[in-house]
């Protein structure tokens, strides 16, 4: 489906959702939550730190609530009971992604892949497309992982830690809610540490150190990825502080030459 141009007009594409039946559908002519038009796509968002560009494939709504664009991520994910209306929306969606991934990989060359670690299969869905632009693509899985509750709890236990200095004389009753947080992690995801999981908005942003490089593949990873241009991947970005933290677990650990970040969705703007 291809946006219909008058003139120097486009009538964007994007999407529709009802909360109520919790159905998400494609629109052609309303990009008022999500803008999924190749005109308008990818989207080039603020460096994220230095030499780091953060693309995106989809731009979400310049004004609205913090809901925006998460009912299409849920429905891709199969999560949180969002679904699409018909496979007929999926489908768009779908063919909307590939056009736009074959415009983003004329703009940077896909070449080695890093996916962030991930509980779903968005993130590798991702890389596939993307990776079907390119026949230079290489994908690279356990580069970094993730941190355990028990990891990220030892972190923020620390005298020194951000958490504690952040909260100060309301450290015991953040921890406590942190706490109950982890309760969640440990019983939905294993004891893997999960952003999502943080259901306060601030906490999330406290909590900076998430990843850690592999070390038991790190000797066999590095050879890929030492002074190449390295394509990070990751569904969507909040704050930021996630895909930062991993950014640099990376150059620290593995020296690319650089780094950029892929997204499906883009920050809220």
């Not at 990989?105 to 869905?125: A, E, F, M, Q």
């Not at 990891?151 to 009753?173: H, T």
């Not at 992690?185 to 592999?214: A, C, P, Q």
Request: proline letters at 2%; glycine letters at 4%.
């Amino acid at each position: 489906m291809k946006n219909i141009k008058k003139f120097d007009e486009f009538i964007d594409e994007g999407i529709d959702f009802d909360k109520k039946s919790m159905k998400v559908w494609f629109t052609p002519t309303d990009e008022r939550y999500v803008d999924t038009s190749l005109e308008n796509n990818p989207t080039l968002d603020k460096e994220i730190m230095t030499d780091v560009e953060v693309w995106s494939i989809f731009k979400r709504a310049k004004d609205g609530n913090n809901d925006d664009g998460n009912p299409l991520i849920y429905a891709l994910k199969g999560e949180k009971g969002w679904e699409f209306r018909d496979e007929s929306d999926h489908e768009a969606i779908e063919k909307q992604f590939e056009l736009i991934a074959e415009k983003f990989s004329k703009i940077h060359p896909v070449g080695v892949t890093v996916l962030i670690p991930s509980g779903n299969k968005l993130n590798r869905h991702i890389a596939e497309v993307i990776m079907s632009k390119s026949k230079d693509s290489h994908l690279i899985e356990g580069a970094i992982s993730k941190l355990t509750v028990d990891e990220v709890d030892e972190i923020v236990l620390k005298m020194d830690s951000k958490f504690r200095s952040f909260y100060g004389d309301d450290f015991d009753e953040a921890y406590s809610r942190l706490e109950s947080f982890f309760d969640d992690m440990d019983t939905e995801r294993g004891g893997m540490f999960s952003r999502h999981f943080v259901k306060d908005r601030e906490m999330r942003n406290v909590l900076t150190d998430t990843f850690k490089v592999s070390t038991s593949r790190y000797a066999r990873k590095s050879k890929y990825l030492t002074d190449k241009d390295i394509l990070i991947i990751d569904d969507t970005i909040g704050s930021g502080q996630s895909i930062k933290n991993a950014c640099q677990i990376m150059m620290e650990s593995y020296a690319p030459k650089s780094i950029t970040v892929l997204t499906l969705m883009s920050k809220l703007h």
